[in-house]
């Protein structure tokens, strides 16, 4: 039910985080101070810890020589069964500030794609070292509140029944707002009719948008997350959900 994909066709390569920490750190200029990449992610890390989220899986990319990062940190499983994810980027060649994104929809790339639900950043100037810390805990310290909202949103799913008319008529809209194409309503009508999964077989919202994200798998990871997000939008509305 989330979405955390590291994307990588530009030629980015997956690495472990050893060799990460084998990346030279260029020199500073009087405008310009960059971060290493493994000392990022400790930082990262160590306010996700200091939170009290477990990290249950890593993913790290390097390009161009090591001059840019890309990675991401899996968190442990929600109480509404979905995972967080941190996304987090860097670079020695001034390209892009280090950033970091997080949420239940987290895309990184190396084509320099970066979106969350919650994203920040800091330019490599000279007092990035004394900002730096103060953002991502403050990115992190979010996280408690995003689990609650999403949380709330999927019992509010399960918790409204649908009608076969009512899921069609979502199943329109959705297509209207380009969730699906109309080449894969078909499939949709048919997860809702026999779903492939023995939990999504109550007549509900939380099947229904389980059926449209089971269809979606397919997709390409950029296009899935804004199609999903704009799915949770249709739901939230329907349910009179503000979350």
Known sequence: MTNGTLCLHAGANVIEMEQLRNVTLPDATPTWTPVAHDALV???????????ASIVKEEHALYRGGDRYFGLLHLGENNDGGNTVVG???SHDKTFP???SLGNHVFVCDNLSF????VVARKHTRFIGRDLDRLIYAAV???ADLRVKQAARFAAYKGRELTDPEAHDLIIRALLAHVVSGEAIAKVVGEWRKPAHEDFAPRNVWSLFNDFTEVLKGTAPMAAVKRTMTLQGLLDAHCQLAV
Do not use: E, T, W
């Open 141 to 143: 310290g979010k996280l």
């Open 98 to 100: 280090a950033g970091l």
């Open 115 to 118: 979106s969350g639900d919650v």
């Open 42 to 52: 400790d930082s990262v890390k160590g306010a996700l810890i200091a939170s009290g």
């Open 88 to 90: 987090i980027r860097n």
